[in-house]
């Protein structure tokens, strides 16, 4: 019931807001976490058909896929931003990034941004939303990391272990960035240019550590695209989930969706989760 409830609104909002706007004008930043078929009721699970035929309709639209790091200069306003021009990013690190999601990319020729728990990668940890499942919830090791590096992707920092670093004392924030910054820089030999908060957890003093660490972006969760001018250390980005039909991501896509996000991440629920 409860969940019909939630479809019902998440479809009413949506409507209202499509009927309403124009796509908004700027970078949309997408961001998945995993590609799978493991795991068909969690909604961070896109099913490997899906995501297929999600970088299809990219394809088949014409989008500009830019590296998110070379989009860096049109959002301080010092080079042009193509129309529609669309980011793709990976949150946390699992294998199936590099099994089920890393072919489909190559195929179309998109990059990406994998952004990675670094205490994590080539350990058998995973994190807590996956453990006591099965193999299929592995993070990458930095075998496969490199792998995605030298095949044109970006590896970005996600904190050491995946702590929200907005209730963090300010030493403990610093060594998340500084830390995962040297870890990435040590195993791939290139220090990470891009930063994304767990759990989108930041504030004023972790966006200054964070800048500190070298990084010259950083990416949140709250919704939305991203004009020349905003803040590089607060993108904003649009959560691809396992419940959005083709439809509904292409709405996604010119902002239809940003009403939505905003609406339940407003809500105390959303954010004790």
């Not at 909002?13 to 995993?34: P, Q, S």
């Not at 350990?123 to 299929?136: E, K, V």
């Not at 292409?250 to 989760?273: E, I, M, N």
Request: hydrophobic share 40%; proline share 6%.
């Amino acid at each position: 019931m409860r969940s019909g409830l939630r479809a019902f609104a998440r479809r009413t909002v949506v409507r209202a807001c499509e009927l309403g706007a124009r796509e908004a004008r700027g970078l949309r930043v997408l961001t998945y976490h995993r590609v799978n078929d493991a795991h068909p009721h969690d909604r961070l699970s896109v099913h490997p058909d899906a995501f297929a035929a999600q970088m299809e309709a990219l394809a088949l639209d014409g989008r500009p896929v830019l590296p998110l790091a070379e989009a860096l200069p049109a959002l301080r306003g010092s080079s042009p931003l193509p129309a529609g021009a669309v980011a793709i990013t990976f949150d946390d690190g699992f294998e199936d990034n590099f099994t089920h999601a890393l072919p489909v990319l190559d195929l179309f020729g998109f990059p990406a941004t994998f952004f990675v728990v670094t205490d994590y990668v080539g350990s058998p940890q995973t994190l807590d939303r996956y453990r006591g499942c099965c193999s299929a919830d592995r993070i990458l090791d930095w075998d496969q990391v490199r792998a995605m590096r030298d095949g044109g992707h970006a590896v970005g920092g996600h904190g050491r272990t995946h702590r929200e670093m907005g209730d963090l004392p300010e030493d403990g924030a610093r060594a998340e960035a500084e830390g995962c910054a040297q870890r990435i820089q040590a195993e791939t030999g290139v220090r990470p240019r891009l930063f994304c908060y767990p759990r989108g957890s930041h504030s004023a003093g972790v966006r200054r550590i964070v800048g500190e660490a070298r990084f010259e972006a950083a990416c949140t969760v709250q919704p939305g695209s991203n004009a020349p001018g905003t803040d590089l250390m607060a993108l904003r980005r649009t959560e691809v989930s396992a419940e959005d039909t083709l439809a509904d991501f292409r709405v996604k896509l010119a902002g239809g969706f940003d009403a939505w996000h905003r609406l339940v991440q407003s809500l105390p629920a959303w954010r004790a989760r």
